[in-house]
Nanobody
Framework: VQLVESGGGLVQPGGSLRLSCAAS????????MGWARQVPGKGLEWVSG???????YYADSVKGRFTISRDNAKSTVYLQMSSLKPSDTALYYC??????????????WGRGTQVTVSS
């Protein structure tokens, strides 16, 4: 299993970023995919997930601001982040499988992409 995240960077409050996660080594369309994040000094938390039927999950802190999507043909999952806040600053990871009750970390993870929200 290989998961490679991209798209992070420095953005001002209120700005947007789109994260991508290219997956390989497993049957992508058969698994729920998730995005998690870690703030320095704090634990990992699920941010969003998308199931094989395209149903989605969002943490309360990002509802209405983040949108997850998947492209099974490209084995890629995306996280569109809008109205970003300084509190969204974290290292964002792509992970498989996703379930909101799944203890973190578990399964397979990418190396992460840094998102910094600052003026």
């Amino acid at each position: 299993v290989q998961l490679v995240e991209s798209g992070g960077g420095l953005v001002q409050p209120g700005g947007s970023l789109r994260l991508s996660c290219a997956a390989s080594g497993f049957i992508f369309s058969s698994y729920a995919m998730g995005w998690a994040r870690q703030v320095p000094g704090k634990g990992l938390e699920w941010v969003s997930g998308i199931y094989t039927d395209y149903n989605t999950y969002y943490a309360d802190s990002v509802k209405g601001r983040f949108t997850i999507s998947r492209d099974n043909a490209k084995s890629t999952v995306y996280l569109q982040m809008s109205s970003l806040k300084p509190s969204d600053t974290a290292l964002y990871y792509c992970a498989v499988p996703f379930h909101p009750d799944l203890e973190l970390p578990s399964g397979s993870w990418g190396r992460g992409t840094q998102v910094t929200v600052s003026s």
